[in-house]
T-cell receptor, first 111, second 116 residues
């Protein structure tokens, strides 16, 4: 079993839709949870990070962490074609120096 | 724009060639990383340098040789590579190894390597 599971998609939605991206994990020691966005042929860029459980909102993006279920989500409201990219979840333990990435979900927002 | 700069953006090399990938950051970060990413896969950690010293080598074959000449520069020397080493090589930096837990890992745009 992989430490972090993420559906690779592709996920195709119409412009303006609410998008839900998810990851599950098995290591209960993970404390830091991140979402990266990666456009084709570019490096990953950090979108959101959350410590432990709870929600965090930044503009159209909301990150949720449910440690009891070992489940994290990224919601994108009013999705735009420019949101089309691969979204990678990543996690780390306390004082860790090695991110564990999910496989990435390909998102396509159609205009 | 990313503040981690990688050169070259594209590299094609034969299996007997020797080449190098270069990475530079001017954010004052003291930890630098090399990742390898194959198509449709997540990045895989290769090496970590902290304060210019190699702190993590993820059992990478010796045909990949990292070097950190100073706190702003990171090189990856390539020799006798195999076609399966073709991938996107990503450099990243963070303020120090501890701060990577805050997700403050900044990636460059990568060097796309093709080995013939």
């Amino acid at each position: 079993q992989k430490e972090v599971e993420q559906d690779p998609g592709p996920l195709s939605v119409p412009e303006g839709a609410i998008v839900s991206l998810n990851c599950t994990y098995s290591n209960s020691a993970f404390q830091y949870f991140m979402w990266y966005r990666q456009y084709s042929r570019k490096g990953p860029e950090l979108l959101m990070y959350t410590y432990s459980s709870g929600n965090k909102e930044d503009g159209r993006f909301t990150a949720q962490v449910d440690k009891s279920s070992k489940y994290i989500s990224l919601f994108i409201r009013d999705s735009q074609p420019s949101d089309s990219a691969t979204y990678l979840c990543a996690m780390n333990v306390e004082y860790g120096n090695k991110l564990v990435f999910g496989a990435g979900t390909i998102l396509r927002v159609k205009s | 724009d990313t503040e981690v700069t990688q050169t070259p953006k594209h590299l094609v090399m034969g299996m007997t060639n020797k080449k190098s990938l270069k990475c530079e950051q001017h954010m004052g970060h003291r930890a630098m990383y090399w990742y390898k990413q194959k198509a449709k896969k997540p990045p895989e950690l290769m090496f970590v340098y902290s304060y210019e010293k190699l702190s993590i080598n993820e059992s990478v074959p010796s045909r990949f040789s990292p070097e950190c000449p100073n706190s702003s520069l990171l090189n990856l020397h390539l020799h006798a590579l195999q076609p399966e080493d073709s991938a996107l090589y990503l450099c990243a930096s963070s303020q120090d190894i501890g701060r990577v837990i805050a997700g403050e890992l900044f990636f460059g745009e990568g060097s796309r390597l093709t080995v013939l």
